[in-house]
């Protein structure tokens, strides 16, 4: 009775889905709400789903498991999976996902490898604040590299000056907008001086990089520790929730889930007890003999943890990122090709490792060097200093036109007030290498508009039209 009674309820959950949420299809699907130009917004980033996600999330809100279970084991094993990595943590957001996996670093368990205040962990001054302030939280430096307008990733000629000599312990960075860094250089310098990597994958699920003489892999494989985001405007959503990847080493599995689950020593998942066989047999700090595993910490952690019925519905959206990620690059292309004639007004983003692009696709740095694929998070134009229009005029245009963009995010985080406070409070707190001019000329002169799943062709038509109507009249 009760089955047929779940299995009514998730047919009309399918059926409300189908006429409600129309808008939230996917481009290809025929049966997405239709577009009109100048009315219907076209956002920068959108959650895309189908009857499937609300069908699992009104599956699991009906099971009443709540908190992380059967859903949260199946979605961490499936996308550490589709990573090719060890293991797959889920936690309640991308900023937990870097918080929690920095942490896990500065374990005292690592022994001379735990990042220590006073520590040094080369980044860069352009991106999402959450990259950098898990660093400045524990108690590290961060050391600043400039940007590189075209990538948006770091520029690394000034690497080797930022490594500091028995202070430098960590790289963490991110792959902006979908764009993968330079993986090859920086995993050397890493695997050259000892140092751990954190690459933060937010932006970048599906995304693929090619080592010379390698295979295509995807982006959060390469470093000792990965992060993801699932919040609405990612490559996957679950509404809020993120992850944080274990690459190889298992040792900074028990320390990742420590810091997610309030610092606890126990590695129990939630609702099981005495894994490890010897529940009442432990002795670790002052506590007495055979007290609780459960109740023992060896960390000042928290509690970061999602719910399952979010994992049920990541489980569906993972069935979709080879077809999101296809989608994503495609409307990129599209949108490449339609704004070409505005090479006189606007430079155009650049895949890592790449030196120019043509309608017949990228030309490379080196034709048996490394090279990427991105799935891109959004379409950026950095607008020329001669361009009769600024960026911030251009973005107001677009915003009367119902057409979404964003600046890169923070811009230069180092304008930003919580940065500038910080400098004056505490100079000593962070290491700038030189003046930044290519992430002052991302905060100045760069714009992104969406290229998600969501995206029709009709849309990206009104986008090239607005844009190149905007460019001409100025």
């Known amino acids: 009775m009760s089955d047929d009674l779940k299995a009514r309820i998730i047919r009309l959950a399918r059926d409300f889905s189908a006429e409600a949420h129309r808008g939230n299809l996917p481009g290809w699907d025929p049966a997405r709400a239709p577009f009109q130009p100048g009315v219907t917004p076209i956002p920068y980033a959108a959650r895309t789903f189908d009857a499937e996600e609300v069908a699992a999330a009104i599956s699991a809100t009906l099971d009443f498991w709540l908190t992380l279970g059967p859903e949260g084991d199946g979605f961490e094993s499936e996308l550490a999976s589709c990573l090719g990595v060890r293991r797959s943590i889920l936690v309640n957001s991308g900023s937990s996902a870097n918080l929690t996996a920095f942490c896990a670093l500065t374990s005292h368990k690592l022994g001379d490898r735990a990042i220590r205040p006073g520590d040094e962990v080369i980044t860069c001054a352009a991106g999402f604040p959450t990259t950098v302030a898990p ?101 996957l959503t679950l509404g809020e929730g993120g992850a944080v990847n274990v690459v190889r080493d298992m040792r900074l599995k028990v320390l990742v889930e420590s810091f997610r689950d309030w610092g606890r020593d126990c590695w129990c998942a939630s609702g099981r007890d005495n894994t490890c066989g010897k529940r009442f047999g432990w002795q670790l700090g002052e506590l007495p003999e055979g007290y609780d595993h459960k109740y023992i910490y060896s960390h000042l952690g928290y509690n970061l943890k999602p719910l399952d019925i979010q994992a049920a519905i990541g489980r569906q959206q993972l069935k979709k990122l080879d077809r999101f990620g ?91 007030p919580a940065f500038i406070q910080l400098r004056k409070e505490r100079p000593e707190a962070l290491r700038i290498l030189g003046d930044n001019p290519g992430a002052d000329r991302i905060m100045n002169e760069s714009i992104f508009l969406g290229v998600y799943p969501g995206l029709t062709r009709p849309m990206l038509d009104f986008m090239i039209e607005t844009i190149t109507r905007f460019a001409r009249k100025n």
């Open 135 to 235: 660093i400045i939280q524990n108690g590290a430096i961060p050391v600043f590299l400039d940007n590189d307008p075209l990538t948006l990733n770091a520029r690394l000629d000034r690497l080797e000056e930022a490594f500091t000599p028995g202070r430098t312990k960590a790289v963490m960075m991110a792959h902006t907008l979908g764009n993968p860094f330079d993986i090859e250089t920086i995993h050397a310098f890493c695997q050259r001086h000892g140092l751990w990597l954190i690459e933060d994958n937010c932006d970048s699920l599906g995304s693929t990089y090619t080592l010379p003489g390698g295979s295509a892999r995807l982006t959060g494989a390469f470093g000792d520790l990965s992060t993801q985001s699932f919040y609405p405007p990612h490559h």
């Open 326 to 416: 296809e989608a994503r690059r495609a409307n990129w292309d599209y949108l490449r090709r339609g704004l070409a004639p505005l090479e006189e007004f606007f430079e155009f983003h650049l895949p890592t490792h790449a030196k120019a692009w043509s309608p017949r696709g990228f030309a490379w740095q080196s034709e048996t060097g490394p090279r990427c694929s991105p799935s891109w998070f959004g379409f950026m134009l950095l607008v020329r200093p001669g361009a009769p229009f600024s960026r911030t005029g251009l973005a107001r245009h677009l915003d009367e036109k119902n057409i979404g963009n964003r600046m890169l995010f923070g811009g230069n985080l180092l304008r930003q």
